[in-house]
């Protein structure tokens, strides 16, 4: 017969939290269903490298889920399901409530745009028998980590006619590859003393794309122009068609599992896909809500959501007002500011996860650990809560019970110790408008890396979060 629990230990079941990870709570047929989840997740990363690529692959998952687009209704009534695509770059969904809109909305919000490099706008050039294209590098990375390593290239090119070309360069195995040389060791004396953040210049991050000379003694720059007669070749393509083309360079890696036993993630862009992936499942599962379930998947997050395509931009009360004309309920003074108002909303981004390599950076009481599930951040900003949206307790409290009726797994946290950590996400803009709003995401580890790792059982917490908030 076991020992009955001492006074203690009751005390300690009742009133204190228990930290474990999740894997020891679930069932083995739990455990299949989160692989199976996250294979899918992993196909999204592997097709989805930039938001052009995620907004496409988001459209046919929400297709082959019975949303149409926007412009195809002429009234909505509730249970109906919708999407908006914008300038290719971002797209919002949504399901049709029973309420009025101006009851508010439940929204989840992430962004589909990672670090990444990006050609200048005049990029090819010719050195000494090398054709290179010049970069600029796109919100924060780490330069060192983006020479020596093989580059793939994806974007589009539109020609002067108006014509729009993808491009796809460096993904499959017979494909050829990129990359961006590094200074050998043995002559890498005064770069090694330099710090960290300038060993690597960022107007050295030139990609290699190129050797072997047009045939022809009477011409100068006779690789860059072999290059170039292959990309007219291959896409009909004069110099010139760089001013209007926008290709991005991202790791050439494939997503896969990561660990004897493929209980992580490791790819690159899961800050933020990994949630952008899992609202676009969770609201694809919504039927028939009270309140207008939207997700919403943005562009320019790591640049300060600026631009058309971001979050400061005035798309998302414009389709607010479109669905208030397809509802047919009446647009009185004010009603926008209403709808703000009584929403509420997850901004859907990624938390960086506990690493014990690096523990002398984070505050262990507070960080976000793999295996614990979706992570809320109450606040973020930097040092002392800088340019945060500090969500309510009154908002805090809902979310605590509702996850926890539903059994979702989740952890409160925050971005590294008070002097050391801090960050941004598009919160505060939704929050200035009126909503109750708080981050909640998946925690990541090597965030702002080429190859990023999540926990399967986080990622998938993640979306039951998201699924029952919407819910």
Same mark, same amino acid.
């Given at each position: 017969m076991s020992e009955s629990k001492t006074v203690g230990e009751k005390l300690q079941e009742k009133l204190l939290t228990k930290h474990e990870s999740g894997w020891e709570t679930i069932s083995e047929a739990e455990k299949k269903q989160i692989t199976q989840f996250c294979d899918g997740y992993i196909d999204f990363l592997n097709n989805g490298k930039t938001e052009r690529e995620?907004?496409?692959?988001?459209?046919?998952?929400?297709?082959?889920? $019975?949303?149409?687009?926007?412009?195809? &209704?002429?009234?909505?009534?509730?249970?109906?399901?919708?999407y908006f695509i914008n300038r290719g770059k971002n797209i919002i969904l949504a399901v049709i409530g029973e309420e009025d809109l101006e009851n508010g909305v439940k929204l989840?919000?992430?962004?589909?745009?990672?670090?990444?490099?990006?050609?200048?706008?005049?990029?090819? &050039?010719?050195?000494?028998?090398f054709a290179y294209f010049k970069t600029q590098y796109y919100g924060g990375i780490k330069k060192y980590?983006?020479?020596? @390593?093989?580059?793939?290239?994806? $974007?589009?090119?539109?020609?002067?006619?108006?014509?729009?070309?993808?491009?796809?360069?460096?993904?499959?195995?017979?494909?050829?590859?990129?990359?961006?040389?590094?200074?050998?060791?043995? @002559?890498?004396?005064?770069?090694?003393?330099?710090?960290?953040?300038?060993?690597? %210049?960022?107007e050295d991050l030139n990609l290699l794309i190129g050797n072997i000379p047009f045939d022809d003694e009477k011409v100068s720059e006779k690789v860059k122009l072999n290059v170039m007669k292959i990309l007219n070749e291959?896409?009909?393509? !004069?110099?010139?068609?760089?001013?209007?083309?926008?290709?991005?360079?991202?790791?050439?890696?494939?997503a896969k599992s990561l660990g004897f036993d493929r209980s992580m993630v490791a790819g690159y862009g899961q800050d933020d896909r990994v949630?952008? &992936?899992?609202?676009?499942?969770?609201?694809?599962?919504? %039927?028939?809500?009270?309140?207008?379930?939207?997700?919403?998947? !943005?562009?320019?997050?790591?640049?300060?959501?600026?631009?058309?395509? $971001?979050?400061?931009?005035?798309t998302f009360e414009k389709f607010l007002g479109e669905l208030l004309v397809l509802k047919g309920e009446e647009k009185t003074p004010n009603v926008m500011n209403r709808i703000f108002a009584n929403s509420q909303m997850l901004s859907a981004d990624v938390d960086g996860a506990f690493d014990p390599i690096y523990a002398s950076v984070a505050d262990r009481r507070n960080a976000s650990y793999f295996g614990r599930g979706v992570g809320l951040n109450k606040y973020t900003g930097g040092r002392g809560k800088s340019g945060a949206n500090d969500?309510?307790?009154? &908002? !805090?409290?809902?979310?605590?019970?509702?996850?926890?009726?539903?059994? !979702?797994a989740f952890q409160l946290c925050e971005l590294g110790k008070v002097d050391e950590g801090g960050g941004g996400t598009i919160a505060y803009i939704l929050a200035n408008k009126g909503m109750d709003v708080i981050d909640c995401g998946t925690p990541v580890l090597s965030m702002h890396s080429p190859y990023e790792v999540s926990s399967k059982f986080d990622v998938y917490m993640s979306y039951r979060a998201y699924l029952v908030f919407m819910k």
């Open positions: 995620c907004v496409k692959v988001a459209k046919q998952i929400a297709e082959s889920n $019975g949303f149409k687009p926007l412009e195809k &209704y002429k009234k909505l009534k509730a249970g109906d399901k919708v989840v919000g992430a962004h589909i745009d990672s670090p990444r490099l990006d050609l200048k706008p005049n990029p090819l &050039y010719e050195d000494t028998g980590q983006w020479v020596t @390593m093989p580059i793939a290239i994806h $974007g589009v090119v539109v020609l002067k006619d108006g014509k729009t070309i993808d491009v796809n360069i460096g993904e499959e195995n017979d494909d050829v590859t990129f990359v961006i040389t590094d200074l050998l060791p043995h @002559m890498a004396r005064k770069q090694m003393e330099k710090k960290l953040s300038e060993g690597i %210049e960022g291959k896409y009909g393509m !004069v110099e010139s068609d760089f001013l209007s083309a926008e290709w991005e360079l991202v790791p050439a890696f494939r949630c952008a &992936y899992t609202s676009l499942r969770a609201i694809c599962e919504v %039927e028939n809500p009270q309140k207008t379930a939207v997700c919403l998947l !943005v562009d320019k997050e790591e640049i300060g959501s600026v631009g058309n395509t $971001g979050m400061e931009a005035q969500a309510n307790a009154e &908002y !805090v409290a809902q979310l605590r019970k509702l996850f926890d009726d539903n059994k !979702v």
